[in-house]
């Protein structure tokens, strides 16, 4: 029983619009959910990944409007990696975040860059191994350079040698070098690369990672609860959230861990043609959803428009 990779990331936008004109417009994911926060029900939840929002491929933003921005430190995730088919991607993407007027850091292997907000984010070339390419529709990027999925996450441990602790002793991982575990489920790889803090102190805002989540079958939740406790950690108990169910729990490192199923997935209250174009609410809010638009910011969804026709010799690359 091993973690099958990164389910989702979850981080905090002040401005949902503008992470959909960076994150749909520029990076080519698809607005697979719109919906709000659960437990906050006047703020944007939003899911983007690839076409149907599979497992690995998700990421997610609350909107907290205004939001200062943040700063990652102890305890937090700062930065996202992202699959690319090859080194040549890493130079197209070096392309289009420059001329999205993101800084490019192009190392050997690697690229880094940043979301307008201040997200970190950094692409690497995959491999086999990772598991299938999970990959959007995109007009702006060719589909030999779009993103393959989330291949892990660099996190700020509070306690380095705690978190490869219980990360290589009751969840499963493996330690490929130091500061890099790797968790090899039945179908994908997910890498959680472990750095030490720096000394500034955190501050939870926009452009930061707020949780990540791992996936895990539904018949293994309660496996994974009795594992985590084991390890000394506090698991809650499954939580359903409408299009997965989880738990959630903090590695020793003091970032926030969820477990998600793969399961019932985004087409459970929506077509899967129109995932993402229309609020959607869960059964506790339908009722109030007059008073809940209205407090919302109704959003531009690129997707959502007809496709402007493109001639092929001016179709802009990737
Ligand atoms: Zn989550």
Redesign the pocket.
């Known amino acids: 029983m091993n973690l099958d990779g990164i389910h ?1 990331v ?1 981080a905090i936008t002040g401005d949902a619009q503008r992470a959909i004109d960076f994150h749909v417009g520029v990076l080519g994911l698809r607005l697979v959910k719109t919906t709000v926060n659960f437990d906050a029900p006047d703020l944007y939840h939003l899911y983007m990944g690839d076409e149907s929002g599979s497992p690995g491929s998700i990421l ?1 933003f609350f909107e907290v409007r205004g939001a200062t921005p943040g700063r990652a430190g102890a305890g937090m995730v700062h930065r996202i990696v992202w699959r690319v088919p090859s080194a040549d991607s890493l130079d197209a993407w070096a392309g289009r975040l420059g001329d999205a007027g993101r800084p490019v850091e192009r190392g050997d292997s690697s690229l880094v860059s940043s979301d307008p907000e201040g997200l970190g984010i950094e692409l690497v070339v995959g491999s086999p191994e990772d598991g299938a390419a999970r990959a959007a529709l995109s007009d702006g990027v060719a589909p030999e350079h779009a993103l393959g999925g989330i291949a892990g996450v660099r996190a700020y441990s509070r306690a380095p040698e705690a978190t490869e602790g219980v990360l290589t002793g009751g969840l499963g991982f493996v330690r490929e070098a130091a500061g890099r575990l790797v968790t090899r489920g039945a179908e994908r790889r997910g890498l959680y690369l472990v750095e030490a803090s720096p000394d500034e102190r955190p501050l939870q805002g926009a452009g930061t990672v707020h ?1 990540v ?1 791992w996936t895990a079958p539904d018949a293994e939740h309660a496996a994974w609860i009795a594992r985590v406790r084991a390890s000394g950690g506090h698991p809650t108990e499954v939580i359903d ?1 409408q299009y997965f169910r ?1 738990i959630y729990f903090h590695e020793p490192g003091g970032v926030m861990f ?1 477990i ?1 199923s793969a399961g019932p997935g985004f087409a459970v209250d929506e077509s899967p043609e129109h995932l993402g174009e229309a609020l959607r609410l869960p059964p506790q809010y339908e009722r109030h959803r007059d008073a809940i638009e209205e407090r919302l910011t109704p959003l531009d969804n690129p997707r959502a428009r007809p496709a402007t026709p493109v001639a092929a010799d001016t179709r802009e690359t990737p």
């Open positions: 989702h979850t997610t949780h989540a959230r989880s969820e998600a």
